[in-house]
C-alpha cells in the first residue's frame, strides 16, 4: 500500500505527532539542525514542517530543507508559505516547484507586512494565498495559522473567528500559535464550531528552555503567561528551566489529547532534548 503523505489524510485517518523546524541561517545552526534530526530520527512522526521567513533571507532554504527532508524521511514534509510582500507570479513560480519537487503539504500563511510599508506585494491575507493553491493545477494539502487567544492584529474576537473559519472553508486543517491554556484551545474549537467549521485544528505547543525566550516569544504572538508557570519558573536556575518547559508542555499535550485534539504539533527550536522526553511521556499514539 502507498504511503500516506497528505497531511489532510493523516488527520483523517488518526491521531498525528508532528514537529516543527526552521532553516538554520549559519553553520553552527546548520549543525544543530542536524543533530536534532538525526536524535529524533527514530521517533514515530506523522509529518514535519518547515517555517519560511518573512524577510526574505531564508525563502530558498525552506525550500530545499523542505525538499531535501521529503526525499531523505519516510514522513511527508510541509511548507510554510506567507504571501504579504510576495507578487503572485513568484508565489505561483514557487508553488509550481513544490509541485514539481514532489512536495504536497503547504501551511498558507499571511506572513507579517514589511515594517517600512514598502514592498507591498499582491497580498493581504492568508485566504488569498489560500485561493491561489486551491486554484492550482497541483492537489496540495492545504494548512492555516489559528490563533487560539486571537491574532494580535485582529480588531474582534468574533472578527478573528471569522476570518478563521472562512480560510478554513478552502484550506484542510489549522495548525496553531503556541499557548499555554488548554481552555484555550477547546474555547476556539467551539467557536468554530459555531460558526459551522469542523476542520482539524491541530494544537502547536512550544516546550520552552529559557525564561528569555519564553517571554520574548509570548509579547510577539500575544500568548499570556498563566501565573501557574510564572510561579514554576520563580528562583529556578537557568540551566532547570527546560525542565520546566519539559513539564509544562506534557501537561498540556496530555490534557489536549484527552479534550479531542487531533494531535499535537511540537516547535522544536531544532532542539531535540525536550522533543524526545514529550514524545516519550505521550507514549504511544493510539
Ligand atoms: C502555526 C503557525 C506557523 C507560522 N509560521 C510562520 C512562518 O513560517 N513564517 C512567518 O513569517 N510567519 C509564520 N507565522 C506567523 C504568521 O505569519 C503571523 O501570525 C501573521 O501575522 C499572520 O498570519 P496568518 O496566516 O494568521 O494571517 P491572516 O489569516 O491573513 O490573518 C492576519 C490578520 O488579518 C485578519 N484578517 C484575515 N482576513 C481578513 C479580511 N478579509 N479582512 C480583514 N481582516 C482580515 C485576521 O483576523 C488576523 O487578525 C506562523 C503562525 C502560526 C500560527
Given amino acids: 500500500m502507498p504511503a500516506v503523505t497528505r497531511i489532510a489524510d493523516l488527520l483523517a485517518a488518526g491521531s498525528t505527532r508532528s514537529l516543527e523546524f526552521f532553516p538554520p541561517r549559519t553553520e553552527d545552526a546548520e549543525t544543530q539542525l542536524r543533530a536534532a534530526l538525526a536524535d529524533l530520527g527514530d521517533l514515530d512522526l506523522s509529518f514535519a514542517s518547515v517555517t519560511y521567513g518573512a524577510l526574505g533571507s531564508t525563502r530558498s532554504r525552506t525550500r530545499d530543507l523542505v525538499v531535501q527532508l521529503n526525499a531523505e524521511h519516510p514522513y511527508p514534509t510541509m511548507a510554510h508559505l506567507t504571501c504579504v510582500g510576495h507578487t503572485r507570479a513568484q508565489l505561483v513560480r514557487l508553488l509550481d516547484d513544490y509541485a514539481a519537487s514532489g512536495v504536497e503539504n503547504i501551511l498558507a500563511l499571511g506572513g507579517d507586512p514589511p515594517e517600512h510599508g514598502d514592498d507591498a506585494g499582491d497580498f493581504a491575507y492568508a485566504s488569498e494565498l489560500v485561493e491561489l493553491i486551491a486554484a492550482h493545477p497541483a492537489d496540495f494539502s492545504v494548512g492555516v495559522a489559528a490563533h487560539p487567544e486571537v ?75 498563566p501565573a501557574e508557570i510564572e510561579r514554576r519558573l520563580e528562583g529556578v536556575a ?17 490534557r489536549l489529547l484527552a479534550a479531542g485534539a487531533p494531535g499535537v504539533h511540537l516547535y522544536t527550536l531544532n532542539r531535540s532534548a525536550s522533543v524526545r522526553r514529550i514524545w516519550e511521556a505521550l507514549g504511544p499514539v493510539r
Fill in 151 to 225: 491574532h494580535p492584529r485582529s480588531r474582534t474576537r468574533a472578527a478573528d473567528r471569522r476570518h478563521l473559519a472562512e480560510k478554513l472553508r478552502d484550506a484542510d486543517f489549522a495548525v496553531t500559535q503556541f499557548f499555554f491554556d488548554a481552555a484555550e484551545y477547546e474555547r476556539l474549537v467551539e467557536e468554530l464550531a459555531a460558526l459551522g467549521c469542523t476542520r482539524p485544528v491541530v494544537p502547536g505547543v512550544m516546550p520552552f528552555v529559557s525564561v528569555s525566550g519564553l517571554r520574548r516569544m509570548s509579547a510577539m504572538n500575544g500568548t499570556a503567561i
Fill in 238 to 254: 537557568d540551566a532547570d528551566v527546560p525542565e520546566v518547559g519539559i513539564e509544562v508542555a506534557t501537561g498540556l499535550c496530555e
